[in-house]
């Protein structure tokens, strides 16, 4: 019975560093979560903005204009002035 009472302030001493503990872990995994949603939407906000791009490249396409990738700089095709008898 004595030794019960004694031993018994550290295991009490224990459960209050151990509330500690599971505060730090729920703040941790708070944490990890937010990483993991905001790298969501960033591939998210990424992903719609190439798709966005490769919309408005195509459009443009249909339109005459094209995108050089080598010298860098957007190429209008002359054949299709010419085609139009302008």
């Known amino acids: 019975m004595i030794i019960d009472r004694i031993s018994w302030p550290k295991a009490r001493r224990r459960a209050a560093t151990s509330s500690a503990e599971c505060k730090d872990r729920?703040?941790?995994?708070?944490?990890s979560a937010f990483r993991r949603f905001n790298g969501y939407m960033k591939n998210m906000i990424e992903a719609i903005a190439d798709a966005k791009l490769r919309r408005m490249q195509r459009?443009?396409?249909l339109h005459g204009i094209r995108f050089d990738r080598s010298s860098d700089s957007w190429v209008t095709g002359q054949s299709t002035a010419t085609e139009c008898g302008e």
């Not at 729920?26 to 944490?31: D, S, T």
């Open 26 to 31: 729920l703040g941790v995994r708070a944490r």
């Open 59 to 61: 459009e443009l396409e």
